[in-house]
């Protein structure tokens, strides 16, 4: 059974940096493509950034580019996502989630999902 | 960037009635298209990849069709557990990567 537990989130105050994990567990992970979502409260989803299997690919949303990195270790199973200059409109429930593919061109669609972390930013 | 739209914002339906959903690419995505569930408190549940395939254990009351810029899920006989949010989401090549529409509401009539 694939599990995907996302930890690191919490309230922090804008400008500030936030580092968030994910385990991941029941599949092997140096296979797949992963990906952060986010949804803040009472809103849709939203994707954040993906990496392919390997690190070749990454691509972030234009809302995030240039503040955040993700990053993945793959014998450590885990996927991250470096936060940094925080803004307000950043919080949100943080989804760690699977690409059904491997990512070697590009993403296919997310077959499993986390249950979230939550980031609140606020003064 | 590819913008996903999704109609109508919320859909009002009877249970066992039919529904169906839609989604706009603002280009052309072929047929890389998924639909998702979600309910409140959860996590979203892939429904159907490749714009009509459906993902292992999705009963086949709920179908998928389209290609291009324009996509439709249908739900043939809507049960109770059915009302919850639909979103759409295209998937590319590298950066495009993915976007998700704005999301359907199915709400009980």
């Known amino acids: 059974e694939v599990q995907l537990v996302e930890s690191g989130g919490g309230l922090v105050q804008p400008g500030r940096s936030l580092r968030l994990s994910c385990a991941a567990s029941g599949f092997t992970f140096d296979d797949y493509a992963m990906h952060w979502v986010r949804q803040a409260p009472g809103k849709g989803l939203e994707w954040v950034s993906g990496v392919s299997w390997n690190s070749g690919f990454i691509a972030y949303a234009d809302s995030v580019k240039g503040r955040f990195t993700i990053s993945r270790d793959n014998a450590k199973n885990s996927l991250y996502l470096q936060m940094n200059s925080l803004r307000d409109e950043d919080t949100a429930l943080y989804y760690c989630?699977?690409?059904?593919?491997?990512?070697?061109?590009?993403?296919?669609?997310?077959?499993?999902w986390g249950q979230g972390t939550l980031v609140t930013v606020s003064s | 960037e590819i913008v996903m739209t999704q109609s109508p914002a919320t859909l009002s339906v009877s249970p066992g009635e039919r529904a169906t959903l839609s989604c706009r690419a603002s280009q052309s995505v072929s047929s890389s298209l998924a639909w998702y569930q979600q309910k409140p408190g959860q996590a979203p549940r892939l429904l159907i990849y490749g714009a009509s395939t459906r993902a292992t254990g999705i009963p086949a009351r709920f179908s998928g069709s389209g290609s291009g810029t324009e996509f439709t899920l249908t739900i043939s006989s809507l049960q109770s557990e059915d009302f919850a949010v639909y979103y759409c989401q295209q998937y590319n090549i590298w950066p495009l990567a993915l976007t998700f529409g704005g999301g359907t509401k199915v709400e009980i009539k």
């Open positions: 989630a699977k690409d059904s593919g491997s990512g070697v061109v590009g993403p296919t669609a997310v077959d499993s």
